[in-house]
């Protein structure tokens, strides 16, 4: 049974950083292009970033561009969002998915950012 675990959510001050983490296991984690969900308080999921099977592709929703570094290592099963200049609208909880949907993803990671 496949399964997607993130973790590295916290509160944090605007302008700060965080890196989120997210291990696959019961799946064949470099056969999948890999994405990060978000799902901010009251809306729906909005997709963030996602990167292709070896790494080589990466795509960003506008809204993080410059901010947000996105990267997986696969001899670990884990993918990564390194986050910084982190702002109030950034605060959702955080999911890795498989696909830009978020149909499959993990039990997801809360980021407040907040002074």
């Known amino acids: 049974q496949a399964q997607l675990v993130e973790s590295g959510g916290a509160l944090v001050e605007p302008g700060g950083s965080l890196r989120l983490s997210c291990t696959a296991s019961g799946l064949a984690f470099g056969n999948f292009d890999m994405n990060w969900v978000r799902q901010a308080p009251g809306k729906g999921l909005e997709w963030v970033s996602e990167i292709s099977r070896g790494g080589t592709y990466i795509w960003y929703h506008d809204s993080v561009k410059g901010r947000f570094t996105i990267s997986r290592d696969n001899a670990k099963n884990t993918l990564y969002l390194q986050m910084k200049s982190l702002k109030p609208e950034d605060t959702a909880v955080y999911y890795c998915?498989?696909?830009?949907?978020?149909?499959?993803r993990g039990q997801g990671t809360q980021v407040t950012v907040s002074s």
């Open positions: 998915a498989t696909d830009r949907n978020g149909r499959r």
